[in-house]
């Protein structure tokens, strides 16, 4: 029976180091209606500590969380915070002078971060950690939509909403049912991995995957190399081969040979060039992927979600899943029926415009090559007249690091329309270093159709003067630039084939 790890140097004497002391703690969450924080709570109300918390405003996950009991502030004030707290647990989003965790340090109450909080709770059960640059999300939901459709009951906090699997978050098994590897454990807890401010450093990975490595996050890490030695530091967290511990790695694209570079654990790789441990074979005529492992192939499916950066997404979590217990005829049948997640690649509809019809997309990319690769995918699932891009820019220091990286990245788009940079964890110097304007400078000098339009209402506006029959419109970007999409359909008489998103969306980075 495989074991939850002990992480060197854990305090076993935490608030929330073992089931029995959170039952008896009252837990006070600060930006409770984020994705991974509403999720986070849940978990821990499961577990039977008293949750509460406040956030800035309500939405679609804080009524969720008061339909479950849990009770929601939206006075951020010092006072808010109840007396008989013994415990806050802070998003990431959330500023260290907020009054709240500032009136919990006074009376010392114990701050610590989201990311400290899961890393606790997932000691005490079996942890699937997915990290990577690009395609944690999706491939967290599709992992969760295999392991429910095979029996295994996960839980699970994801940093997006999936209808398929219930949401973003959910209170599986404590205990791991079946006769499979792990029967008889921890139950099982997937949850994203995210490398911003070396935050996944506090998880305590049991099975962890590494989907790639790239540039990103350069105000916090200065380069390259930096990066790929915070994902070998998040490596040497799993346990060792003996003790269950198990990495899945890209073969290509997530250098591999640095990360990988005296580990203990069990380490396979997966990707599109035979040499992998598993290999992946996409067909994009039919939307079919294959794992193979050696002569023998362990599954086939067509995927719902185009390109072959999706047929990646899923091949990992097939292969994670066959670790976990389930049989590959399952995970076959369950990839293809997934369906997607919201704002990754989602088809909202086609709206008619002078008698013809636009289809819409909506897509929360905002790094150059997710930026591509959905671009790409969508040129060849649609086989649009004109692919048509809004891209709202998120973090100015993003921004100006992979400016031209960015400028690259719209090759197979007609046009593309730039709002105004998304401010948010910049400093106020940072946000006068780079402007929108200087994307579409690069885009043009590259022979782009683009522009620089706000507010959004004058987005909107622009397409409705500019598209016409057989467009493709496909909003991008991790800020509140899907509004422009709810507003586009709306203006128009619209089929739509997902619910438009009912929030301001998730904030990158923000549990």
Not at 156 to 172: E, Y
Not at 216 to 234: P, Q, R, S
């Amino acid at each position: 029976m495989i074991q939850p790890p002990t992480a060197p140097g854990q305090d076993t004497a935490s608030p929330i180091a073992d089931s029995a002391s959170v039952a008896s703690r009252w837990v006070y969450f600060v930006g409770i209606g984020g994705c991974g924080m509403s999720g986070l709570a849940g978990l821990m109300k499961d577990q039977g500590a008293t949750c509460s918390g406040s956030d800035a405003a309500a939405g679609p996950l804080t009524e969720m969380l008061e339909n479950q009991g849990i009770t929601v502030h939206y006075d951020q004030a010092a006072g808010a915070l109840p007396d008989a707290c013994d415990l806050v647990v802070a998003s990431a989003a959330i500023d260290p002078d907020q009054p709240q965790l500032a009136a919990a340090r006074a009376r010392g109450i114990p701050v610590i971060s989201y990311a400290e909080a899961l890393g606790r709770l997932q000691a005490q059960q079996t942890a699937v950690c997915i990290a990577g640059t690009h395609g944690k999300s999706t491939t967290a939901a599709m992992l969760c939509h295999v392991l429910i459709e095979c029996g295994l009951d996960p839980s699970f906090i994801i940093g997006a909403t999936c209808p398929q699997i219930g949401g973003g978050s959910r209170v599986g098994a404590a205990i791991v049912a079946g006769d499979g590897p792990l029967a008889g454990g921890p139950g099982i807890l997937v949850a994203e991995a995210c490398e911003f401010n070396r935050s996944f450093h506090h998880h305590r990975p049991q099975i962890a995957l590494i989907n790639n490595v790239e540039e990103d996050h350069l105000d916090v890490y200065g380069n390259l190399e930096m990066i790929v030695e915070a994902f070998a530091g998040f490596a040497k967290l799993l346990p060792a081969a003996d003790d269950g511990g198990r990495l899945i790695i890209a073969h290509e694209g997530a250098h591999r040979r640095q990360i990988t570079a005296g580990l203990r654990c069990d380490i396979e790789t997966f990707g599109f060039n035979p040499a992998a441990d598993h290999h992946v074979q996409f067909d994009p005529t039919r939307a079919q992927t294959t794992v193979r492992r050696g002569a023998r192939t362990l599954a086939r499916w067509t995927n719902r979600m185009p390109g072959p950066h999706n047929a990646l997404n899923a091949a990992a979590a097939a292969i994670l899943a066959g670790h976990l217990g389930a049989d590959w005829s399952g995970i076959a049948a369950a990839l293809g029926s997934f369906t997607g997640i919201d704002r990754r690649m989602q088809r909202l509809g086609e709206r008619s415009i002078r008698g013809g019809r636009v289809i819409v997309y909506d897509d929360y990319g905002h790094h150059p090559t997710e930026i591509d690769a959905t671009l790409r995918a969508l040129r060849t699932a649609e086989e649009p007249r004109r692919l048509i891009c809004v891209f709202q820019p998120h973090q100015h220091s993003r921004t100006r690091f992979l400016l031209e990286q960015f400028a690259q990245s719209f090759s197979v788009a007609d046009v593309v329309i730039v709002p105004h940079i998304y401010f948010v964890r910049d400093s106020q110097l940072e946000k006068h270093r780079v402007a929108a304007a200087d994307l579409v400078d690069r885009l043009r000098e590259r022979g782009v159709v683009a522009m620089h339009l706000y507010p959004f209402e004058a987005i909107v506006e622009q397409l409705e003067v500019m598209c016409r029959d057989g467009d493709l419109v496909v909003i991008m970007g991790a800020g509140p630039v899907w509004q422009v999409a709810r507003q586009f359909l709306e203006q128009g008489t619209s089929s739509r084939t997902n619910p438009l998103p009912g929030s301001a969306g998730e904030v990158e980075d923000s549990p």
